[in-house]
């Protein structure tokens, strides 16, 4: 863990790096004829750095390879924070095709700094699609349920670019899909920590937790007779819930959920709201099931 008084490092990410006067040319300048380069002018001593530091590189790693990081420290390289007359820090600079783009100094806010980085990413080339059009075809895999084509596809994808957060995640739900558990969550749990709270790999990892459960869930018909004989049995309609789920029937899980809800939202420590959220975790945030769950469910709530 850095303290306040270290100096702070580039992450472990592919996307963010140290810079140094001897490879500004290489890291920055080159580089940037193919990908736009962000360059952060910093010092161990300078507080506002210590703010925008961490900001910059969370907006580089979410924008996922579309741009690149290269931290300086101007104590230990002088020779090119003179070259551009950097006169304060931190101070940012963006190169794309080789040329300073532009530019800001001192510490914005997140939002700011996203609005950079989206700008600067528009000036840059076009990206190379491969990985996504590989991704695609996975993905369709998956759809066809050729899920041991789509395991190989996802794998060489990472072995391309082992930041890709999108393929973690398709790799986690093509194991899910053949039904090793077990190995579903080895990848999971081997993701980079950067990339983490990822939406897809937070949707493969909800999808995984309800895999689990459907494991041992009961038949549909025998559960779903249990909360007719008696409708405050909020297990059983959990249960059912999950039955549901593993029966590709979401929108009835998220039904059973909603109605155990509306009867006791407290019961077991408000689990049906939990489990209603892993649901909505593991789809889409488009899907009509989800959209009209979380309506429902904010109705009841504030009701």
């Known amino acids: 863990?850095?303290?306040?008084?270290?100096?702070?490092?580039?992450?472990?990410?592919?996307?963010?790096?140290?810079?140094?006067?001897?490879?500004?040319?290489?890291d920055v300048v080159e580089m940037s004829k193919t990908v736009p380069v962000i360059v952060d002018f910093w010092a161990p001593w300078c507080g506002?750095?210590?703010?925008?530091?961490?900001?910059?590189?969370?907006?580089?790693?979410?924008?996922?390879?579309?741009v690149k990081l290269v931290k300086i420290d101007v104590d230990a390289n002088p020779a090119v924070a003179g070259q551009l007359q950097v006169q304060s820090i931190p101070t940012v600079y963006a190169f794309v095709n080789g040329q300073p783009a532009d530019g800001f100094q001192g510490a914005l806010p997140p939002s700011e700094i996203d609005a950079f980085i989206e700008k600067i990413v528009a000036l840059g080339p076009e990206?190379?699609?491969?990985?996504?059009?590989?991704?695609?075809?996975?993905?369709?895999?998956?759809?066809?349920?050729?899920?041991?084509?789509?395991?190989?596809?996802?794998?060489?994808?990472?072995?391309?670019?082992?930041?890709?957060?999108?393929?973690?995640g398709g790799l986690v739900?093509?194991?899910?899909?053949?039904?090793?558990?077990?190995?579903?969550?080895?990848?999971?749990?081997?993701?980079?920590?950067?990339?983490?709270?990822?939406?897809?790999?937070?949707?493969?990892?909800?999808?995984?937790?309800?895999?689990?459960?459907a494991a041992g869930a009961g038949p549909?018909?025998?559960?779903?007779?249990?909360?007719?004989?008696?409708?405050?049995?909020?297990?059983?309609?959990?249960?059912?819930?999950?039955?549901?789920?593993?029966?590709?029937?979401?929108?009835?899980?998220?039904?059973?959920?909603?109605e155990s809800f509306r009867r006791d939202r407290e019961w077991h420590d408000g689990a049906a709201r939990a489990e209603l959220f892993v649901i909505f975790d593991a789809l889409a945030p488009t899907d009509p099931v989800v959209l009209n769950g979380r309506r429902k469910l904010s109705s009841m709530i504030f009701a």
Request: proline share 4%; aromatic share 2%.
């Open 1 to 26: 863990m850095i303290g306040l008084g270290d100096t702070p490092k580039a992450a472990a990410n592919s996307h963010i790096t140290d810079g140094t006067d001897a490879t500004f040319m290489q």
């Open 48 to 66: 506002p750095c210590k703010t925008l530091g961490p900001a910059i590189e969370a907006a580089v790693t979410k924008a996922d390879g579309r």
């Open 127 to 168: 990206p190379d699609n491969g990985l996504d059009d590989a991704v695609a075809a996975a993905e369709g895999m998956l759809t066809d349920g050729d899920f041991a084509d789509a395991v190989e596809t996802f794998a060489a994808i990472l072995s391309e670019d082992g930041m890709h957060a999108i393929a973690y």
């Open 173 to 213: 739900r093509a194991h899910i899909a053949l039904g090793d558990l077990d190995e579903a969550e080895a990848v999971l749990n081997g993701a980079p920590a950067e990339i983490s709270s990822h939406t897809a790999l937070e949707a493969a990892h909800a999808q995984l937790t309800l895999a689990r459960k």
């Open 220 to 258: 549909v018909d025998d559960l779903r007779a249990a909360v007719e004989a008696d409708p405050d049995d909020h297990q059983a309609r959990i249960d059912l819930a999950t039955a549901l789920m593993a029966n590709d029937d979401a929108e009835g899980a998220v039904a059973a959920l909603l």
